[in-house]
């Protein structure tokens, strides 16, 4: 099995007398070396606010900044002019819901979202839900955490108009069915808005293969800086869209009583824009891109195997979606029975071992599973074998220290 653990500084450090093990990644990932020397390297050598100056160091600021774009276009199989950079995954669904869901939603309407959505790709639609009169509609997982066809075929209707839903649960760590999704919603002249801060770490997200309208994700989940997000639009549904925010550079030109915007992905950028976090996106772009989608799902995978082969062994332990790796990404979410997760993620942490405890921004989900909250460990590229062994291990103890 590969080792890139040496590539991310911070995995050097002790926690608590012990080897850091990080299994927080579905939070938010760590850094490798290359990500920060570029960060490092624009912040040295480039820094100028981009689209403003005519002197060279700005030149090079905007030459970084519109690189960037080219990256992650890249990393979409995009075009430069269908990406929009953003703070994170929940301010590019919320740019959707409010630029086009406000604006192109009716009373009568409906909005299609599953019950195990994040917070971030929920509360926009109630909110749109509320503003115009549409209807909120959800779709519920089987038994094994996984969306039915048949659940597809009865929320899915000619007055669909919207269905935003995660390529991958940050909860379940289960893919969606995406494309028999988008084959139902375009079939009914729906749009299709995919959150992928979950999957776009772990898998490929091809929005022209996917054939989706939008896609969300944030840079802080796939090895880059925190600040930094992006959002796929066709270009035909970005031209249509009135602004999201108004300020600087997204305009054409102002005068005392009108405005008029910017032409493609400018009219939604703001503002000065975060560039050194932008070229951390782009570096980590370039170092998954080294190591290439094959090995990395591979690892992971075998990551994801042994952690649920051994949970399996445990019968006091209870996972929630179906327990295998297979169609599963990054994330097992679980519960220690009759321990509270918090006093869980507790006593792994004295161990060295960091998983995120609490309700994961899916209360709704939450609810359908019947429970309030749960533990989560997550992996990533850097994760290794013994950092699975190290997790199962002190969750034996649990049990062993609540005296159980």
């Known amino acids: 099995m590969m080792n890139w653990t040496a590539d991310f500084p911070i995995l050097a450090a002790d926690e608590n007398g012990n080897r850091l093990v990080y299994l927080d990644s579905a939070a938010t990932t760590q850094h490798p070396m290359q990500v920060l020397n570029a960060v490092v390297d ?4 480039e820094n100028a606010n981009p689209h403003r100056g005519v002197y060279e160091l700005a030149m090079r600021a905007t030459d970084a900044h519109e690189g960037a774009r080219h990256t992650v276009a890249q990393f979409f199989n995009a075009e430069d002019d269908e990406i929009v950079f953003t703070q994170n995954t929940t301010e590019s669904l919320n740019l959707v819901a409010y630029s086009y869901g406000m604006n192109f939603l009716h009373e009568g309407d409906e909005i299609v979202i599953s019950v195990a959505e994040h917070h971030s790709n ?27 066809t048949e659940e597809l075929d009865k929320k899915i209707t000619p007055k669909t108009k919207v269905v935003a839903v995660a390529m991958v649960s940050n909860v379940l760590g289960l893919r969606a069915p995406v494309e028999e999704i988008v084959k139902r919603a375009h079939a009914v002249g729906a749009v299709v808005v995919l959150d992928c801060a ?12 996917l054939d989706v309208d939008f896609a969300a994700c944030s840079a802080h989940k796939l090895y880059a800086p925190m600040g930094v997000g992006a959002l796929y639009a066709r270009a035909g549904l970005l031209e249509k869209m009135p602004p999201f925010m108004s300020g600087g550079d997204m305009i054409g030109a102002v005068h005392e009583h009108k405005a008029t915007w910017a032409e493609g992905p400018r009219k939604f950028e703001a503002g000065t824009r975060n560039v050194g976090g932008e070229v951390g996106f782009a570096a980590a772009i370039d170092y998954m891109k080294g190591i290439g989608w094959e090995a990395m799902e591979t690892h992971e995978h075998a990551l994801l195997d042994r952690m649920l082969a051994g949970m399996r062994t445990m019968p006091w332990l209870t996972v929630y979606g179906e327990p295998v790796a297979e169609g599963r990404y990054g994330v097992v979410s679980f519960n220690v029975n009759d321990v509270h997760p918090h006093d869980v993620a507790t006593i792994l942490d004295a161990g060295g071992v960091a998983v995120r405890a609490g309700h994961h921004c899916a209360q709704p989900l939450m609810e359908f599973l019947g429970i309030g909250s749960c533990c989560r460990a997550s992996v990533a590229i850097y994760n290794t074998p013994e950092d699975v062994d190290a997790l199962l291990e002190n969750l034996e103890n649990v049990r062993k220290v609540m005296g159980l």
């Open 198 to 209: 979950q999957s776009a770490p772990h898998t490929p997200v091809d929005v022209k293969k």
């Open 122 to 148: 929920m509360v926009p639609w109630q909110r749109v839900a509320k503003a115009t009169g549409a209807k909120l509609v959800y779709m519920y997982p089987g038994e094994n955490g996984r969306l039915t």
């Open 42 to 45: 624009y912040y040295t050598k």
